[in-house]
Antibody, heavy 122, light 107 residues
């Protein structure tokens, strides 16, 4: 059974850092492209970042230069390092599984974690 | 970046109604579009991918159509469990943007 479990969220002051983790089971994270998506309180979904099954990564303009996506293959875990956090980064962060290769990207994000809340406030 | 505009943003409907939600892309995205359902406090759930392909396990009352810039999600007969917020997402290019959402509420 595929499962994604996020951890590492919490309250952080503006300018601070957090690292989110997403532990995967039931599949191998290095075989799929993996994403972070966030949702500010009462707002819609915002795609944040992707890491492809190679090493390519992409970011939303709103987080570029501040956030870094990575994965640890032997731990089967996805990460999001968040630096220089701002109040507008306050959101529930979801990790989501994409398909196995870029050419299959039309298949969308078929599994999501339950999400983890990040609050940036003084 | 590709912008997605959903309409309506809010929809009030009754059980049994046929419901249609549209999603317009600011430039052509072929069929690289997915639809998700989200209920309060829950993660989104994939309903439709590649614009018109039903995800495994999703009821057949859900359907999707369109290509290029104009897409629709249709619920043929609204059920009580369908009251939720629906999002489209383009997967053609990064950033993989979402529409602003359509909230479907009980009339």
């Amino acid at each position: 059974e595929v499962q994604l479990v996020e951890s590492g969220g919490g309250l952080v002051q503006p300018g601070g850092s957090l690292r989110l983790s997403c532990a995967a089971s039931g599949f191998t994270v290095s075989h799929n492209y993996m994403n972070w998506v966030r949702q500010a309180p009462g707002k819609g979904l915002e795609w944040v970042s992707v890491i492809y099954s190679g090493v390519s990564t992409y970011y939303a303009d709103s987080v570029k230069g501040r956030f870094t996506i990575s994965r640890h293959n032997s731990k089967n875990t996805l990460y999001l390092q968040m630096n220089s956090l701002r109040p507008e980064d306050t959101a529930v962060y979801y990790c989501a599984r994409g398909p196995g290769n870029y050419d299959s990207r039309a298949r969308g994000f078929d599994f999501w974690g339950r999400g983890i809340l990040v609050t940036v406030s003084s | 970046d590709i912008q997605l505009t959903q309409s309506p943003s809010f929809l009030s409907a009754s059980v049994g109604d046929r419901v249609t939600i549209t999603c317009r892309a600011s430039q052509g995205i072929s069929s690289y579009l997915a639809w998700y359902q989200q209920k309060p406090g829950k993660a989104p759930k994939l309903l439709i991918f590649a614009a018109s392909t039903l995800q495994s396990g999703v009821p057949s009352r859900f359907s999707g159509s369109g290509s290029g810039t104009d897409f629709t999600l249709t619920i043929s007969s609204l059920q009580p469990e369908d009251f939720a917020t629906y999002y489209c997402q383009q997967l053609n290019s990064n950033p993989q943007t979402f529409g602003q959402g359509t909230k479907v509420e009980i009339k």
